[in-house]
Structure formats: C-alpha cells, structure tokens
C-alpha cells in the first residue's frame, strides 16, 4: 500500500501542453496519444469464440456464445492494479467470478477492465482528466477511484451524480464514513466499494483490544510510533478532531481550533514525558518506511493502515487508535465506484453492474480474501470472533480529511508536534504559537 495522501496529483503544466498539442492532431492521432501516454495494462480475458475483441483490453464477455448478439454491450471499467480481477490471488478470483455471474445474467453484455496507475504521471484521475480533453470517447463506463480522487473528479465534471438513478443510495446497510465517502458538494456520486481504516498493531505479549483513551496508555504499551515527519500529519489530525476539533469552518476554509489544538499539544507533550511517544518520531517521513521497520520487529507498536497489516503474512492483533475521547475515533479513507461523465446507450445496464459490485454477499466474500474492510455492516459476518470488534471499528471511523485540508495547516501544524516531541517547547507555547502563525497566514491572504 502507498503512504496515503503523500502523492502530487497534478502535472497541470505537462498535461496543459499535451492538450493543446493534441487538439492539432487527427482523431486517430488522438486515441494513439492517449493511449501511448497512459499506457494500459491487460487482465487474461474469458471469452468465447463470438465475443473475441479485436483489441488486447481485458474482457469478460457472457460466457454463453449462443447467447451473444452481434453488437454487444460494453461496460469498459478502469481500476488501479490492486483490483485487476485476473491478479493470482484469491481476492480476484472471487471478484472475476462474481462478474461472470452479472455476465450469465445479461445476455450481450461484455466487461473490459483496464489498468490503471494508482499514482504518478500515469495515474488514473491523470488519465481521466486528459482522455477527457482529449478523446471522450476513450473515456470508460465506470471507474473505481479514491474517496480524494472523487473529490477531484467531480469538481471537475469527470463523474457524473447518480442520486436519481440508484436506489441503493437510500439502503441503511452503510458504515456511516462509507456514506460520507460518496457525497461530494451534497450530491451522490457513486457507491462505496472497500475500505482501510487505521489501526494500532502491538506486538503480540503487549495486545490488548479494548478501547484505551490516548492519556490512559500504560506505559508498558510504549513506544508507540508513528509518521511524526509527514508533511502532511494524518495522526494529529486525527487526534486533533477525536477532541472535538474542526477542520474547516462555514465557508469550507481549513482550520485548526484552539481548544483542540490544546488539547492536542497536551496529550502529546505528557505522552512523551511518559515515554509512550519517542522524539525520534520526527525523523519518520512515511507510513510505509515505520510498517517496514514493524516487520523488522525494530518497533513495539505502531499506528498504521489496516491494509498493511491484513497484508502481512504473519497474522499481527491489531485494535483502536487511542484517540482524544472517550469513545473510539479513527480516520477511513477508501474506494468508490463511479460512473463516467461520457454518452452512454443504456445506462440502466452500468448502474446493475454497479450495484452488482457493492452486493453484500459479494463484498463479504472479497473483503475476507482482500487487505481491505467492508463498508457495509451485513457484510462482517466472516470475520469470525473478531466480527464485534471490526463492527465497533468501522463505526467509530470517519473520512479522512481531504488533502487541501492537511496541506493547508499541516506543516504548521507537524511542526509544532515534532518540537514537542523533542522536549524543546511546552504545550502551552506550541499552541500560542501555532495560532499566531495561523492568524498570519490569514492576514497574509
């Protein structure tokens, strides 16, 4: 997994040239550019004689040819390679399946996957953006993008709403973040697919999965690391709103609250007089550099995703981030189905598919095989003995900021947090501080 929120998304100078350079060339010229720029991965295909493309996408037509007219249907769908549903794994073996059992079900109807770049130039908000520009129809039928991404795509008219069209949208069987991870400016745009959550993993003679507030910590339990040196400080921030703190005020302008930001700064500077939070946090600029460094047991416990930690081959008790309150509070990020802005012919056909791929049963049985966690509660059940506790998990999450938000306020805010932890200042000083730099940047505007 890739260190959340950490990845530029725009080449806005290098996409702009392209662009312009593009609408000088032929249509054909156009598709070739495109395609040559966001170079596309294959999945193996299942196909039968009457269904064979002419091309190299990855397909998964009915697989009856009897039944396959000769204009068939096409639902082109772009996901990042972890979900390529023709990986050697068991989580896409029950993902192909269940496509196929959509296909056996809509006779003349054909699925193309592609891969996309979950990040860099190729990434697939990239590729959206430019294939929109460029060659609409290029563009896919649906596409399963990041709760950052949807934001992105929908302010930029890439993804179209559905409020009116699904009626999934009005089912209770949502975790209330997954709900939340859909809606962009108050419209739906899609349905919720998967989910990471963060954790904290112990090592195992230190475990404990009751719910501790981050000031009643035994010390035992310590240190606890985490990325202290991110530009863009996810834990803080997470911290910051479990004690009640909010991230941007009535004009949707980021902020950081005093009486949070206290509270905050307190618990940090009395944790590392206790020894539970170490000053060489400030020295960890990723994730995925500390889960390393986990795996290597150079580390007793760890705030990290949920992914990591199911991805590992040996089986790590992970529980509650302790948070600033009294009840548990964590950070979700996740993925959502989409559909495309584009002209389609039957639109009642993708938006099946769609709720085909966020069935309960479907994502119970995928979420069990995957790194990932469900986003609704009726799909928990294989969870076994730890079903109450993944329960409890999901509810108490909530979306993650997006990246505006953290990047705003956020090296200003890493910075005071890293000073704390080096002793070199109070927490009274480290939030009078903080606020008149704020109030700065705010007349500096």
């Avoid at 295909?45 to 009897?66: F, G, M, R, Y």
């Avoid at 007089?273 to 400030?282: F, K, M």
Wanted: proline share 7%; with cysteine; aromatic share 10%.
């Amino acid at each position: 997994m890739t260190d959340k929120r950490a990845r530029p998304r725009w080449g806005w100078v290098f996409v702009l040239y392209l662009v312009l350079a593009i609408f000088t060339l032929s249509a054909c010229d156009v598709m070739g550019m495109v395609t040559d720029f966001f170079p596309e991965s294959t999945v193996g295909a299942l196909q039968s004689e009457a269904a064979k493309p002419d091309t190299i996408q990855s397909v998964i037509p009915t697989a009856n040819p009897t039944q396959v007219p000769i204009d068939l249907e096409v639902i082109t769908v772009w996901v990042e390679p972890k979900f390529d549903p023709d990986a050697d794994n068991p989580a896409s073996q029950v993902f192909k399946s269940h496509v196929q059992d959509f296909l056996d079900d809509h006779p003349g109807a054909k699925v193309e996957f592609r891969l996309k770049a979950s990040e860099g130039a190729n990434a697939i908000l990239n590729a959206l953006s430019v294939t929109a520009a460029a060659a609409p129809d290029a563009l896919p039928t649906m596409v399963l993008l990041s709760r950052d991404d949807l934001e992105s795509a929908a302010a930029l008219g890439l993804i179209r709403p559905i409020d009116f069209y699904v009626d999934a949208i009005e089912n209770n069987d949502w975790y209330p973040f997954a709900q939340k991870m859909r809606i962009f400016d108050n419209e739906v745009f899609g349905l919720p697919f998967a989910a990471d959550v963060m954790v904290l993993v112990m090592q195992n003679g230190n475990f404990q999965q009751d719910y501790l507030p981050f000031t009643q910590i035994p010390r035992q339990f310590g240190p606890i690391a985490f990325a202290a040196g991110e530009s863009q400080p996810i834990v803080p921030y997470l911290w910051y709103q479990s004690a009640g703190g909010e991230v941007v005020d009535d004009q949707d302008q980021p902020i950081l609250e005093e009486e949070a930001v206290s509270t905050l700064f307190s618990a940090v500077a009395g944790n590392r007089q206790a020894g539970i939070l170490s000053s060489s946090l400030s020295q960890y600029k990723s994730d995925t550099e500390l889960w390393d460094k986990y795996l290597d047991g150079e580390l007793n416990a760890l705030i990290t995703w949920s992914s990591h930690v199911r991805a590992a081959p040996t089986d790590y008790p992970f529980t509650f981030v302790p948070a600033l309150g009294d009840v548990p509070y964590t950070y979700a990020d996740g993925w959502v189905w989409c559909l495309v802005q584009k002209a389609t012919t039957d639109i009642e056909l993708n938006l099946a598919f769609m709720q085909h791929l966020v069935s309960a049963d479907f994502l119970q049985d995928w979420t069990e095989q995957s790194d990932l966690l469900p986003v609704r509660p009726s799909s928990i059940s294989l969870f076994g003995n730890q079903q109450g506790f993944i329960d409890e998990l999901l509810l108490s999450a909530d979306i993650i900021p997006p990246v505006e938000v953290l990047r705003s306020n956020g090296a200003l805010l890493s910075e005071e947090i890293n000073a704390l932890l080096l002793g070199v200042k109070s927490a009274e000083s480290s939030t009078q501080d903080l606020l008149i730099r704020l109030e700065e940047n705010d007349q500096g505007e």
